[in-house]
């Protein structure tokens, strides 16, 4: 069993940037491939990036290639999303996900079994 906790969200101004965490509880943490997602107001749950077990692979939406960048820190049991050049439609609760198996570079949410609370990230125009 794994449990996940965000943190991190907040408001920014269109340009700025933001830097969510997630931290995982779990001792096989290290083996878990983690995803981040977002669901805007009256919108589904979208991708947004997926990060392999090791590090090595990351996978994005095109939405964000270029301005997000998915990390993750095995020793501390924690991924990050660091987030650039923010715009007001990444306007959404963002959550962190995470599976014991593989995922595909543009996963479905049903690929993942955990799921965070979710943390509110608003960018203002």
């Known amino acids: 069993q794994v449990q996940l906790v965000e943190s991190g969200g907040g408001l920014v101004q269109a340009g700025g940037s933001l830097r969510l965490s997630c931290a995982a509880s779990?001792?096989?943490?290290?083996?878990?491939?983690m995803g981040w997602f977002r669901q805007a107001p009256g919108k589904e749950r979208t991708f947004v990036a997926v990060i392999r077990w090791s590090g090595g692979s990351t996978y994005y939406a095109d939405s964000v290639k270029g301005r997000f960048t998915i990390s993750r820190d095995n020793a501390k049991n924690t991924v990050y999303l660091q987030m650039n050049s923010l715009k007001p439609e990444d306007t959404a609760v963002y959550y962190c996900?995470?599976?014991?198996?593989?995922?595909?570079?543009?996963?479905?949410?049903?690929?993942?079994?955990?799921w965070g609370q979710g943390t509110q990230v608003t960018v203002s125009s």
């Open positions: 779990g001792r096989t943490f290290s083996t878990y491939t």
């Open positions: 996900a995470a599976t014991p198996w593989g995922a595909s570079s543009r996963p479905r949410r049903d690929e993942f079994q955990y």
